[in-house]
């Protein structure tokens, strides 16, 4: 038995029929790897590979191209929360909202809190400038963040 369970493997082979190929399906199946694991094993780019009819190098070349995964030895924590970086956040205190946060809870940038809750990150632009600064948590952006509502969102996670 692999790493990957039958539910994942199925959900990966139901992409096929909306893409051009197999090999089209590397990143969604990165990412549904990714979001329901929290990492990208070894193992798993294998059975991805497998899956895809791809040999390991090329899938573990696209995991690596992006930012966004994580492997087995770093893996997300239980939230990941990105601090947007643009000039807009930057300028409205994002980065000392970001410092704050990395301060009292003793995490460093792309590093996963010491309980493993959360993971912080910084984001090139979340694309939510009205509204700087900003902050991603999961799926779900916060805007007009500051130091009292952004210790309050961390400390519910």
């Known amino acids: ?42 193992e798993a780019i294998v059975e991805i590979a497998e899956l895809l009819e791809l040999h390991p190098s090329e899938v573990h070349d696209t995991m690596t191209f992006y930012n966004f995964f994580k492997d087995e030895k770093n893996p997300l924590g239980k ?36 309980d493993g809750k959360f993971t912080v990150e910084f984001a090139e632009c979340l694309g939510a400038c009205e509204g700087a600064p900003c902050i991603l948590v999961n799926d779900e952006c916060h805007m007009d963040m500051t130091v009292e509502s952004t210790s309050k969102l961390i400390d519910k996670l």
């Open 1 to 42: 038995m692999g790493v990957l369970s039958e539910e994942v493997r199925e959900h990966i082979r139901g992409l096929f029929p909306k893409y051009p190929n197999k090999r089209a399906v590397t990143l969604p199946a990165l990412h549904l790897v990714h979001d329901t694991y929290r990492a990208v094993s070894k």
């Open 79 to 114: 939230h990941r929360v990105w601090f947007c970086r643009s000039i807009s956040c930057a300028l409205r205190g994002g980065e000392e909202l970001f410092e704050q946060v990395c301060n009292k809870y003793h995490v460093h940038p792309g590093e996963k809190s010491g």
